[in-house]
Structures are given as structure tokens and as C-alpha cells.
């Protein structure tokens, strides 16, 4: 995995890039057809509809549960979207502040093939962003993804901003 | 659930923007109020939902109280983050790998 440690939009968060060999519209496919979809992240019953509502049978490190979802943007092939009210966020959240939003963005490549850009953002972490401004606050929180990284396998950079950035 | 207490706490634009003058420094509530537009007793209630949420910690000298931000309190979001940015690379590669068995 390369890590880039250029800063990040201020709403993006979670950013996965990569090429990949196989067109837009198969890579489509893979994203919204139920089966296909199943086979890499979860058991769903997806509708590339805008206002569909579908859900995802959470597991393993998903965590238990169901995620619930809406369409919010289909363009074949190229952009989907989708609200991410997660498992964990079912119980204790009436108001929803744990929502986030998934974001495929599909483009095709000189030689046929996809770059895929997946952003996972939404409220809480635009919070962070919104906290993590104040610089004293990026200095603490530095302090602590540090001491953290130290207890866990390092997975990713952590750019000076407080936002996070990485390729897959 | 501590997580949601967290961004419930920072959910509200004035909260936030209380607990971002707090990160500069160390204030007391009068002279937190200064930068804004509504009362003592309002500034209270805003710190109080980020004391009870774990964001704020208040240290008290004599007769006067000092808020100041607990970074520690931010984990849940780290959390957030941390378990989707350990999440979706992974999938990533399984996609890849589903798009190669793949019909064309």
C-alpha cells in the first residue's frame, strides 16, 4: 500500500484509490448487482435506484448487525452513492448523528480499465475535521494517533492535517 | 453508547464551535462568552453536554472554573475511522479479486 501525505479535502475522510483492469461497466456490475456485490463486502439486496432503500447483513469486521442505505446518486457507470446508517449506530442514535455516505466514483483509464476512487465521509468525521482545525487540538490529536499507531500494526499515514489519505 | 454521545455533542454547530475556542486555551465561561452572541446560562448548558460527553474537562481554582478540551475524548471518532480505513482496503482487494472471476 502507498500512502500519499499530500493534505485532503476538508469533507473527505476515508479514501481508497486504485486502478483497476476491467471497464467501468463491468466494475459497475460488481457494485450493483446483489451477488456480485455479496461476493466482496456484504449480503445485500441492492438497487442502483436513487431513493431505494437496501440493506447490508454486517459482519466479521463489518461488525454485527445491518446497515441500512439509501441511494442517493446512480449514474451508471461512472457514480453511486449510498447513506450509511450503520449497525452499531441502530440502538441509541434516533437522530441519526452516526450517519456517513459512501461514494463510488467510476472513471475510465487510457487502457480500458477503471480508476476507482471510494470516499467514506459524513458526519462524524466531518466533525473531526471541524474539531481538528483548532491547531492545538491537530497537535493532541498527533500525540494520540502516535501512541496509538505504536500499539497497533500500522496501516496507514496520517497526514498533518489530521485527515487521512491512502491508496490501495 | 459513548460514541454517539460524542458526535451528538459535536453535532451542534455552537458546541463545536465552543469546543474548537476551547482547543486555543484554557478559558472560563465569561471569557468564553465573549466571542459569543448568547448567555451565560446557554454557554453553560453547551459545556456541560461536552463535559458529559468526555470532550471537556473543567479544573477549578478558587472561586472560578476553567474549561479545557480532553483530546482523549475524540477516541470514539478515531475509532470511527480507524475500523473504516482498516475496512475498506480490504474489500477493495476482494473486489479485485471478484472482478478477475468475473464474466466478461
Known amino acids: 500500500m502507498n500512502h500519499e501525505t499530500e493534505p485532503n479535502d476538508a469533507t473527505e ?4 484509490e486504485c486502478e483497476l483492469a476491467e471497464p467501468p461497466a463491468k ?5 450493483t448487482e446483489p451477488t456480485l456485490l455479496a461476493s466482496w463486502l456484504m449480503p445485500n439486496d441492492i438497487r442502483p435506484d436513487v431513493g431505494a432503500r437496501f440493506t447490508f447483513q454486517a459482519e466479521g469486521d463489518a461488525g454485527g448487525g445491518v446497515i441500512a442505505c439509501e441511494v442517493l446518486a446512480a449514474e451508471p457507470p461512472h457514480l453511486l452513492r449510498y447513506s450509511w446508517h450503520g449497525a452499531d449506530a441502530n440502538r441509541d442514535d434516533p437522530d441519526r448523528v452516526l450517519d456517513s455516505v459512501v461514494t463510488f466514483v467510476l ?5 480500458g480499465g477503471t480508476h476507482l476512487r ?6 462524524p ?3 473531526l475535521q471541524s474539531v481538528a482545525s483548532a491547531t492545538a487540538t491537530v497537535a493532541s490529536l498527533e500525540v494520540e494517533r502516535a501512541r496509538r499507531r505504536d500499539r497497533r500494526s500500522p496501516v496507514a499515514n496520517v497526514p498533518a492535517q489530521g485527515g487521512l489519505r491512502w491508496v490501495a | 453508547m459513548i460514541e454517539a454521545e ?3 455533542a459535536l453535532a451542534d454547530p ?5 469546543y474548537e475556542r476551547l482547543a486555543g486555551r484554557e478559558m472560563t465561561v465569561s471569557e468564553l462568552k465573549s466571542g459569543f452572541a448568547i448567555s451565560q446560562p446557554a454557554i453553560s448548558q ?4 461536552l463535559r458529559g460527553a468526555g470532550l471537556v474537562r473543567e479544573r477549578r481554582q478558587g472561586r472560578h472554573a476553567y474549561y479545557h478540551i480532553d483530546p482523549r475524548g475524540l477516541a470514539p471518532l478515531l475509532d470511527w475511522i480507524d475500523r473504516y480505513r482498516a475496512f475498506w482496503p480490504k474489500r477493495i482487494e476482494k473486489l479485485k479479486d471478484v472482478l478477475k472471476g468475473m464474466d466478461p
Not at chain 1, 466494475?27 to 457494485?31: F, K, Q, Y
Not at chain 2, 455552537?14 to 465552543?18: G, I, N
Not at chain 2, 453547551?46 to 453536554?49: G, T
Request: cysteine-free.
Open chain 2, 14 to 18: 455552537t458546541r463545536r464551535a465552543v
Open chain 1, 125 to 127: 468525521i466531518g466533525a
Open chain 1, 27 to 31: 466494475v459497475w456490475r460488481a457494485l
Open chain 2, 46 to 49: 453547551h459545556l456541560a453536554a
Open chain 1, 118 to 123: 471510494l470516499v467514506h465521509d459524513g458526519f
Open chain 1, 107 to 111: 472513471t475510465e483509464t487510457a487502457n
Open chain 2, 6 to 8: 460524542v458526535f451528538r
Open chain 1, 13 to 16: 475522510f476515508v479514501i481508497v
